[in-house]
């Protein structure tokens, strides 16, 4: 739904003194972060890792994530 037909009416304005306490919220600084790329896969390739991921109850990029770690080891 675009923004245009959210009804904001309701939500109160925050207060100067609210803004002034406000904190950026993302994901916690670990030291450890993971570095965005962008790869082609096919997608049926694509829907099977996925399936395979919900069936193991986790995201499908930590799947892929740990697919190639393990294929990563074996080569080296």
Known sequence: MPD???D??????ASDEE???ARRVGRPAT???KQL???RI???LLAELRQ???RQHKPYQTLVHELLEVAVKRVA
């Open 31 to 33: 030291g450890q972060a």
């Open 8 to 13: 904001f009416s309701d939500i109160p304005e």
């Open 42 to 44: 096919a997608p049926r």
């Open 4 to 6: 245009s037909r959210i």
């Open 52 to 54: 395979m991921a919900a």
């Open 19 to 21: 803004l002034r306490h």
């Open 37 to 39: 790329i962008a790869i």
